[in-house]
């Protein structure tokens, strides 16, 4: 990366970039008003009042109005901030219904990614434009923070737990994504790229490599190989483990007599840590995996799952972290 690519401000390339800039404009409007007023009147009274001026030197009390003109004034300035800046940060959070669902894994000192398609690629994350993408993250050790300038997106990545960031990117280019969490000696390294292609484009560069296999697919075989049936069978059979079939996004009672959503990190946590959260009715009697799967083969079991509650739980939306 040369001098030629230094910017002061990044490119506005999401949806909501120009909002979360008009919010950051208008911060710095104020605070620079205020800065400069104060320092004006510091200046002007430094002068006026200086040793051996001739002034009016005698104490003054402020009128009650002028003390609650200034606490109050302020108020509906804050106010306004307060409710506009928590419009745009709301609609940060919330993804549209549609969007894309992309998988992410971070690592000590990468970005990996997987398409729905089954396609991965590392350091490098190609979507469409103009459609929106959410990104399902995890870590597979420390806290690493998926940030995109451009986007003006950013979200911490945590082990043991899913975040997720969307974005819906406006203008075909290549933009900077970098790790902004110091996550260890190579951090600083721990970069990318984000590649936004027209839509023909993507479909192409999907299909530019075959071979993959979706997650649900993958995730399939996983539950076949592990032999996960055998005790989480179809309701109907006598099982050892809570049946998987139309549990996603439903409310799971547990023996505590507190009850959880079966969304993805419950189902994840309760595959590396199955004594975690019992479900009421059944005992602690599986095995851990942990350490013998993957993140990204845990990604591929809870998207099986997934679908053993139809295609709608399949395109649910994560609940928020
Ligand atoms: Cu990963 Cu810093």
């Known amino acids: 990366m040369g001098s030629a690519d230094f ?6 390339a999401s949806s909501y970039a120009s909002r979360v800039d008009a919010v950051f404009w208008f911060l710095c409007g104020v605070t620079v008003f205020f800065t400069v007023a104060i320092a004006l009147a510091i200046v002007f009274l430094g002068v006026r009042y200086r040793r051996n001026a001739e002034v009016n030197r005698t104490p003054y009390t402020p009128p009650m109005w002028l003390e609650l003109s200034w606490l109050i004034a302020p108020a509906p300035v804050l106010l306004f901030l307060f409710f506009w800046s928590s419009q745009v940060y709301l609609e940060m959070q919330r993804p549209p219904a549609d969007a894309m669902e992309i998988n992410c894994v971070a690592r000590q000192w990468m970005w990996k990614f997987q398409h ?50 969307w974005f819906e990117a406006t203008k075909p280019g290549t933009y900077h994504l970098f790790c902004a969490e110091y996550c260890g000696t190579q951090h600083s390294k721990m970069v990318g790229s984000v590649k936004v292609m027209s839509p023909t484009e993507y479909e192409e560069w999907l299909s530019g490599k075959t071979g993959d296999v979706s997650p649900q697919v993958a995730g399939a075989a996983l539950f ?6 055998t005790c989480h069978g179809p309701s109907t059979a006598q099982t050892r483990g809570p049946t998987l079939e139309g549990i996603y996004g439903k409310m799971i009672p547990l023996v505590d007599g507190t009850s959880v959503p079966a969304e993805d990190t419950y189902l994840r946590e309760s595959i590396v840590r199955p004594g975690a959260k019992i479900v009421a009715g059944y005992q602690n009697l599986m095995p851990t995996f942990e350490g013998q799967l993957s993140e990204e083969e845990l990604n591929d079991l809870v998207a099986y799952i997934k679908t053993l509650s139809g295609p709608v739980a399949a395109t649910a939306k994560e609940a928020q972290p």
């Open 116 to 165: 729905p398609s089954g396609r991965r690629e590392i350091d490098e994350l190609h979507v469409p434009v103009g459609r929106p993408i959410r990104l399902k993250m995890i870590s597979e050790d420390v806290i690493h923070s998926f940030y995109v300038p451009a986007f003006r997106a950013k979200q911490d990545v945590l082990p043991g737990r899913f975040t997720s960031v």
């Open 224 to 229: 076949e190989q592990h032999r996960c049936g």
């Open 7 to 12: 910017q002061l401000f990044p490119e506005t």
